[in-house]
Structure formats: C-alpha cells, structure tokens
C-alpha cells in the first residue's frame, strides 16, 4: 500500500503541483483547500503525513495542528508546516504545537519538500 499524504493548502495551483509531484513518487496523495476540509480529511482517513500552509480560510494551520496533537488519534502523524511565514516566532509557535518541520515555501523547491515527506514514511 503505498504512504499517504495530505496537503492543507489554500493556494489551488500550488496544491495541485504537490499532489502530481508527489503521486508521481509514490505517494497516495489528497489535496483540501481549507483548515476545516483538512480536519474532515484526516478524520475520514488517517494520513501518513500532512503538509499543512499556516495562512487558511476559515480554521487557520495553526489551529488544524493544534487539533491533532491534542486528539490521541492523530497526534503522531508528523506534521510538515509549508509556508511563507518566516519569522521565528511562527516557527517556534509551530514547532512548540508539534510541527515536526518547517519549510519556507521561497526556500524549497517542489522536488525537495517531496524528498522531505520521504524522510517521514
């Protein structure tokens, strides 16, 4: 069975890049475009990893992060934030929640957050 990934991201055409580059490596791979979709998402069936944008309509990332690790079901899925907010005190916000990455969008190519998803299945 191959490993699967959910994307929480609101950028459409982003979210679409990721969900072709990962099934191209041999993810099963499912792309929601909002905090609460995600939410629905992961309930309906437990992913392996989630990459999850910070900045959502609705529920924000934050918010989706704190969900799971505070729910004895999901807690130990790793969690990679894909964002654009670089400041440290997001990151440690992240981090602090149970994050298990952070990646800044501007600083990571679509191949390397793939290899970076690898490292976590």
């Known amino acids: ?46 992913p392996d990893v989630i990459l999850l944008d910070l900045l959502l309509p609705g529920i924000d990332g934050f918010e989706v992060l704190r969900h799971l690790k505070s729910d004895q079901r999901f ?16 990151v440690a916000k992240a981090r602090n929640a149970g994050a298990a990455e952070y990646i800044i969008k501007a600083n990571y190519s679509p191949d390397q957050i793939v290899k970076k998803v690898g490292e976590y299945v």
């Open 1 to 46: 069975m191959k490993p699967s990934v959910l994307i929480i991201e609101d950028e459409q055409m982003l979210c679409g890049l990721m969900v072709k580059k990962l099934e191209r490596s041999g993810f099963a791979v499912q792309g929601v475009f909002d905090g609460e979709m995600g939410i629905r998402a992961i309930e309906k069936k437990k």
């Open 75 to 90: 807690k130990d899925i790793p969690v990679i934030i894909v964002s654009n907010l670089g400041e440290p005190s997001d």
